[in-house]
């Protein structure tokens, strides 16, 4: 079925590192492709989409370009800051449900 | 204006019991759902109304019972309580055209 799987966490970055956090994904056809993100403490957030083949996605100075040759959606950022220290998750719909199947989750923290 | 609320933000209690954490969104949105979330961040779904009626049913212990009273509204009733049942929960929601999912603060349970 269906299915994304996440880098490895955790992640621990000094603040201005470059960060990349891969996602790859199995699944039939082109489905949209999500970043979550959840704060501590938080909920999940949507952090940003790409809904179709070569589409890049981008919020926050965050981007993910949607990579059907190498099946990925990786998330990237140029210049991390503390206050991105979070939980990312990658996700995918699957089912006439129009459910999200979340990867394991990605910790960043992100030190002064 | 918040968006998707759960009640309680947190729930202590012993085995055995019995508890209910309520879910309300003002987006009108036609979809909602309950997550739980372990330790290690892992997001499993449990249950998805639609229109109040049930349209995902995880594999969850049937000690767990959901209720939507309306499109507003989705209840979740936990009987007989069990240590593995703590955990955060989440409560999302959708709209059927599009897959992006809102979620709530969470309710983090702690059973003793």
């Known amino acids: 079925g269906d299915s994304v799987t996440q880098m490895e966490g955790p992640v621990t970055l000094s603040e201005e590192a470059f960060l990349t956090i891969n996602c790859t994904y199995t699944?039939?056809?082109?489905?949209?492709l999500f970043w979550y993100v959840q704060y501590p403490g938080e909920g999940l957030q949507l952090l940003l989409k790409a809904t179709k083949a070569d589409d890049k996605g981008s919020n926050k100075g965050f981007e993910a370009t949607y990579r059907k040759e190498t099946t990925s959606f990786h998330l990237e950022k140029g210049s991390v800051q503390v206050s991105d220290s979070a939980v990312y998750f990658c996700a995918l719909p699957r089912g006439s449900a129009r459910q999200l199947t979340f990867g394991s989750g990605t910790q960043l923290t992100v030190l002064p | 204006d918040t968006a998707v609320s759960q009640t309680p933000k947190y729930l202590v209690t012993q085995m055995g019991n019995d508890k209910s954490i309520k879910c309300e969104q003002n987006?009108?949105?036609?979809?909602m759902y309950w997550y739980k979330q372990d330790s290690k961040k892992f997001l499993k779904i449990m249950f998805s109304y639609n229109n109040k009626e049930l349209i995902i049913n995880e594999t969850v212990p049937n000690r767990f019972s959901p209720k939507s009273p309306d499109k507003a509204h989705l209840n979740l009733h936990i009987n007989s309580l069990e240590l593995g049942d703590s955990a955060v929960y989440f409560c999302?929601?959708?709209?059927?055209?599009?897959?992006?999912?809102?979620f709530g603060p969470g309710t983090r349970l702690t059973v003793t």
């Open positions: 699944a039939t056809g082109y489905p949209s």
């Open positions: 987006l009108g949105h036609d979809t």
């Open positions: 999302a929601s959708s709209q059927t055209s599009v897959y992006e999912q809102y």
